[in-house]
Nanobody
Framework: QVHLAESGGGLVQAGESLRLSCAAS????????MGWYRQAPGKQRELVATITSAGSTNYKDSLKGRFTISRDNAKYTVYLQMSSLTPEDTAVYYC??????????????WGQGTQVTVSS
């Protein structure tokens, strides 16, 4: 199996930045798409950003330019740099990975999630 370990969440003030990391371990060979989703209390889980092993990215439109996803293929690690954070960014952020080049929510791997809280 594949284990995804998120880190970097925490409490920040509005306007500040935060960088999340997610490292895949276990049977990591063949992992292609990796990315981030988030879920606020009472809300549906939504796409934040994904990136394939070839470097193709996909962002939630409203976050593009403010959030940046990147990865280190050799380390099977994906990052999310978040800037100009607002209270609306408060959510549990989940790491995702799959051997497919496209997201398959019911078939890929999910991390435990890391809490990001933005205060005003």
């Amino acid at each position: 199996q594949v284990h995804l370990a998120e880190s970097g969440g925490g409490l920040v003030q509005a306007g500040e930045s935060l960088r999340l990391s997610c490292a895949a371990s276990g049977r990591v060979f063949g992992i292609d798409v990796m990315g981030w989703y988030r879920q606020a209390p009472g809300k549906q889980r939504e796409l934040v950003a994904t990136i394939t092993s070839a470097g193709s990215t996909n962002y939630k439109d409203s976050l593009k330019g403010r959030f940046t996803i990147s990865r280190d293929n050799a380390k099977y690690t994906v990052y999310l740099q978040m800037s100009s954070l607002t209270p609306e960014d408060t959510a549990v952020y989940y790491c995702y990975a799959d051997r497919s080049s496209e997201v398959r929510p019911g078939l890929g791997y999910w991390g435990q999630g890391t809490q990001v809280t933005v205060s005003s």
